[in-house]
């Protein structure tokens, strides 16, 4: 199970070198020049999670395995990409692959690296991209509604369901408004996110700060996370340039660097953390000797579903689930004294899955 965040932004803003830092590696060329990324750049990174060294430490497992999520590093949109400009229709074509969108913002002066626009300004440098997003969603519906409409008038149930769909996104961009603020029931969630709109993707505002500010922001940071708080959007503040430096350090001198900065943890870990959550992810556990092990499956996901996640046939051949939650399991220091404060439960195919859960799957085969 794949779940990719696509970082985007205008060019020159940090994003590479962001994704260098993400992926421990120089794979992205950080350069001073628009479309120095012109092929999108994927890294596969472990998420953060201290609950999982705990449960190794109990369980004494000889490995531990984190769970992943996936971030595409594409190339900086400019002013007009959504008809052709720059390298739009690639560009485009990239971010509809994505599950999330992780949007950096500059909010650093430096004389030494060019602005595509020559301000700061990243209030603004989200709206241009922003804009670019609707007008190519806007353009894609309007060439898709006039088929759909003859279908629906025809008294095809399908086509009518798509179209009132299409119509709702195309009132809110006609508007200036982004897909994702549709008001959707229960059931149009997934259809609707089949229309392949952009601007319906849920967005993660990235502040890009100089060094001195990677702890607490800036007066520039403040404002476009207010920006953000508006939307109704996240946002996470860091120094890209500082994360890069972290993650060539090794392991042993980054807590000293990270102390002198008045960091707890890599703003990297937050941004993960952020992006994972943005995505509606939850994670469970499986435990034992051999491995301690971190799954990804979605919120609201049922105990087969999460099966699923580790082999096919565990959910073909489902019986139960024994769950034990993280905080029972730590208590009891272990399976055992979790069973022994009757905190060990059986459950079965409609049991939702809780982030946190310990489990082991019986099953048929």
Known sequence: MGFKCGIVGLPNVGKSTLFNALTQTAAAQAANYPFCTIEPNVGDVAVPDPRLETLAQIAGSAEIIPTRITFVDIAGLVRGASKGEGLGNQFLANIREVDAVVHVLRCFEDDDITHVENRID???????????????????????????????????????????LMNKALVLLREGKPA???????????????????????VLYVLNVEEVSAA?????????????????????????KIEEEIAQMA??????FLDSLGLEEPGLNRL????????GLITFFTVGPKEARAWTVTKGSKAP??????????????????TIAFADYVAGKGEAGAREAGKFRLEGKDYIVADGDVMHFRFNT
């Open 122 to 164: 990243p209030i603004a440098d989200a709206e241009t991209v922003e804009t670019e997003l609707m007008l190519a969603d806007l353009d894609s519906l309007e060439k898709r509604v006039k088929p759909l409409e003859k279908k629906a008038n025809s008294g095809e149930k399908e086509a009518k369901e798509a179209l009132a």
């Open 180 to 202: 994702r603020l549709a008001e959707l029931s229960v059931d149009e969630r997934a259809p609707y996110a089949q229309l392949g709109l952009m601007t319906a993707k849920p």
């Open 216 to 240: 607490s922001g800036n007066g520039i940071s403040t404002k476009a996370a207010e920006m953000a708080r508006m939307q109704g959007a996240k946002s996470v503040v860091i120094s890209a």
């Open 251 to 256: 392991p042993a001198d980054r807590k000293d």
């Open 272 to 279: 993960i953390r952020a992006g994972y959550d943005l995505l």
């Open 305 to 322: 579903q999460a099966a699923g996640v580790i082999h096919t046939d565990f959910e073909h051949g489902f019986i139960r689930a024994e």
